[in-house]
């Protein structure tokens, strides 16, 4: 991370997303960086959670959930320092059979409102190969090419969350779709928030048992958790939004 101040900067980043906890294990970091330099992120979250984790031992019914879990996105967004989410209202695992064209309108609804210079989501393989995942990807990336019509207002650039092949086969995580390291274009060191992004992820109390690296070593953790890695997707006029505002692009 550069140390570029960014006080009262305009800027405004939008980070779509299909549950909670989305927003904290793979970009809360960088996330909650770009607040602290004045930029203004929110996130879109499209169900609440409804299929996760009650907890071991539970810690709500199976109706409770949804709203448990919302109120554990709120946790972790003001953990962060982000604007409070907003929440679409579909049903967790179900975002494949939403039609793809209504779930861009969505999506570009906020854009139209918030007018976001970068926009953060899911890769097209959802990194895991969750369906839901992979749906909210294909949403966020065709309202990115839909915002043409805004003009100057229109998303710089589309960033994917991504995990780099050597950290993978270090951690051993071979279900992921890992990226080949030379793709990375952005790697961002979280130190200076990693206890903000432990408080977030701690947020989550259903969702903690179901989450290995937590349970991991510390120097495991810090491998996976401590540096946050993004692939640029696209970007209009080759213009990277994150370089411009002080985070450094390269692999380290």
Known sequence: MSGKALVNHPS???AVFAHPDDEVFRCGGALALLARRGVRVQTLTATRGGAGSCGDPPLCTREELPAVREAELR?????????????LDYVDGTLSDVDEGEGA??????VRELRPQALITWPPDGL???????????WTQRAFE?????????????????????????????????TPDEEISLAVDVGPVWEEKLSAIRCHRTQLGASPILAA?????????????FRRAAARGGRDFFENIGLEKGNS
């Open 75 to 87: 946790c972790a967004c003001h953990a962060l320092g982000l604007e409070p989410p907003r929440l």
């Open 217 to 229: 070593p510390p120097e495991r953790q810090r491998l996976f958790l401590g540096v946050e890695h």
């Open 146 to 178: 839909a915002a043409d019509v805004l003009g100057p207002d229109a998303p710089l650039a589309l960033y994917y969350l991504a995990v780099p092949r050597t950290v993978a086969q270090a951690l051993g995580l071979a279900r992921l779709h890992a």
């Open 128 to 138: 895991s190969g969750h369906a839901d995942h992979v749906a909210v990807s294909r």
């Open 105 to 110: 309108a969505h999506v570009l609804s906020v």
């Open 12 to 14: 405004t980043v939008l």
